[in-house]
């Protein structure tokens, strides 16, 4: 029973919007490839839980609070005797673990050790459930999900699931019967309502309105796009798109990026920078939001 699906993150469409509109630095462009890469591992571990036949409730993507320290679970699995909280990782390559220190064996750089990260996430969860009053035993792992991916000298008393082992891990977490009641539906909710919207560990790059490059770009090789008839077209790639659905999209990244700014047809107008006649961006947005202000500053919600 899967309550909550996994989309991207605020901050990881934040980079792709800005990665198409500035030049980023090259600290940005591997910190923006590193989310990419986390999401696509994470995606590839949610269908297989879609697997399970067991009943099981699965809640993705959680961001949690307790006494002021935030910490995120990739995703997390009630079942009936047991809670499963699950860190993905996405790294490829070989690695080496030493002293509790883990770096890439190609280059030599030593990268945060994610168990040390899943076991604060453990304590912080395990506190809240203290909370709820709910006595549930906590179980956490984390899996390695890349086939390409090698840890040498890993521990066996490490909570760690390399790619060979992740489909036995799967079998085992669906072996035992489970039946969920009232209470684990309950407790299920609870997480759901205490879930963080707003990541305050966001890292972005500084942005402003007029600096960032105007036009309707391409959401395949992010190429501009040229109107032709009722559509949007990619010269580049063949890509294209109704025009009505295009500036609906950029609408979407405008908000994204600038949620403080109010919404006119001058302010999309302005941002798409398209040969456009500014009538139809006015008639998508009275279409799909509700128009505020008098007629000489209308805005929309």
Not at 18 to 25: S, V
Not at 121 to 142: G, M
Not at 143 to 158: G, H, K, R, S, V
């Amino acid at each position: 029973m899967l309550l909550k699906r996994r989309f991207p993150s605020d901050e990881l469409w934040y980079m792709r919007y800005l990665n198409t509109r500035m030049e980023l630095t090259e600290k940005e462009k591997q910190h923006w490839a590193n989310l990419e890469k986390g999401y696509e591992g994470e995606v590839k571990f949610d269908l297989l839980t879609e697997k399970l036949t067991e009943v099981r409730v699965v809640i993705h993507d959680l961001l949690l609070e307790v006494n002021n320290s935030y910490f995120q679970i990739d995703t997390l699995i009630i079942s009936e005797r047991m809670i499963h909280l699950i860190e993905i990782k996405n790294f490829q390559g070989d690695w080496h673990l030493e002293s509790d220190k883990l770096f890439a064996v190609t280059t030599g750089r030593e990268y945060k050790n994610p168990v040390y990260q899943l076991k604060r996430s453990a304590a912080l969860f395990r506190q809240l459930l203290q909370i709820l009053k709910q006595t549930i035993p906590v179980e956490a792992s984390v899996i390695f999900i890349n086939p390409e991916f090698t840890l040498y000298q890993a521990p066996m008393d490490q909570p760690i699931i390399l790619p060979t082992q992740i489909n036995r891990f799967l079998k085992d977490l669906n072996h035992p019967p489970s039946k969920l009641n009232e209470g684990h539906r309950k407790l299920a909710q609870q997480l759901l309502s205490l879930h963080q919207t707003k990541n305050p560990y966001t890292i972005l790059p500084d942005y402003h309105f007029d600096q960032l490059k105007k036009g309707m770009y391409c959401m395949d090789c992010h190429s501009l796009l040229t109107p032709v008839h009722k559509n949007l077209v990619c010269k580049k790639c063949g890509g294209h798109e109704k025009i009505d659905q295009g500036i609906l999209r950029n609408i979407k990244e405008f908000k994204h990026l600038f949620p403080e700014r109010k919404l006119t047809t001058q302010g999309i107008h302005e941002w798409c920078n398209a040969n456009i006649n500014k009538r139809t961006f006015s008639r998508v947005l009275k279409k799909n939001f509700t128009a505020r202000g008098s007629t000489s500053n209308t805005y929309y919600e």
